[in-house]
T-cell receptor, first 112, second 114 residues
Framework: DTGVSQNPRHKITKRGQNVTFRCDPI?????LYWYRQTLGQGPEFLTY????????KSRLLSDRFSAERPKGSFSTLEIQRTEQGDSAMYLC???FGTGGYTFGSGTRLTVV | DQQVKQNSPSLSVQEGRISILNCDYT??????FLWYKKYPAEGPTFLIS?????DKNEDGRFTVFLNKSAKHLSLHIVPSQPGDSAVYFC?????????????FGKGTLLTVNP
């Protein structure tokens, strides 16, 4: 069990560029979550997968955001046409059934 | 609309003393509560949880108290150690929901001074 892995750890991008983050959950976990944390705030729910099905998306997830979890394994979160307001820590977490969450170390995005 | 509130942005205590971190919630559907600890540049790590059918849960130096009628919970750390210095997040969920998503407070920065 190597925990939840997120890549990259840091990403600096110019406004208007597209970025993609990857999350590798704990292998036997069927649930995968994306959260976003901005400065001075707690993590905010973005979206949730059970196996490969995306079952819920927050209204925070605008049309510029898309998440996938092909084959129910790793997940990607893509942000198109990034804006400065997208600068945040993007956290991935996984769980099995109703068990506790394990969070990854996050990807810190800075849009300049 | 902050459904989970941590009204103290920071707390400073001396090593060996008790740290008490507070959390209030407004959503009556929340029935399971968790505390997470977060160091800079790392993801949150789970500390302790409590179900709404209990009023206290203890794990080593950490105890969580839940007052359902007041919609209030607190985390007690005794004795506090310098390594406990971190941001502490209170989180809540509705276990009857289908997605188990967590609603977090804004966090409290705990500093334990040697």
């Amino acid at each position: 069990d190597t925990g939840v892995s997120q890549n990259p750890r840091h990403k600096i991008t110019k406004r208007g560029q597209n970025v993609t983050f990857r999350c590798d959950p704990i292998s036997e976990h069927n649930r995968l979550y994306w959260y976003r944390q901005t400065l001075g705030q707690g993590p905010e729910f973005l979206t949730y997968f059970q196996n490969e099905a995306q079952l819920e998306k927050s209204r925070l997830l605008s049309d510029r955001f898309s998440a996938e979890r092909p084959k129910g394994s790793f997940s990607t979160l893509e942000i198109q046409r990034t804006e400065q307001g997208d600068s945040a820590m993007y956290l991935c977490a996984s769980s099995f059934g109703t068990g506790g969450y394990t969070f990854g170390s996050g990807t810190r995005l800075t849009v300049v | 609309d902050q459904q989970v509130k941590q009204n103290s942005p920071s707390l400073s205590v001396q090593e060996g003393r008790i740290s008490i971190l507070n959390c209030d919630y407004t959503n009556s559907m929340f029935d399971y509560f968790l505390w997470y600890k977060k160091y800079p540049a790392e993801g949150p790590t789970f500390l302790i949880s409590i179900s709404s059918i209990k009023d206290k849960n203890e794990d080593g130096r950490f105890t969580v108290f839940l007052n359902k009628s007041a919609k209030h919970l607190s985390l007690h750390i005794v004795p506090s150690q310098p390594g406990d210095s971190a941001v502490y997040f209170c989180a809540a969920l509705n276990s009857g929901g289908s997605n188990y998503k967590l609603t977090f407070g804004k966090g409290t920065l705990l500093t334990v001074n040697p």
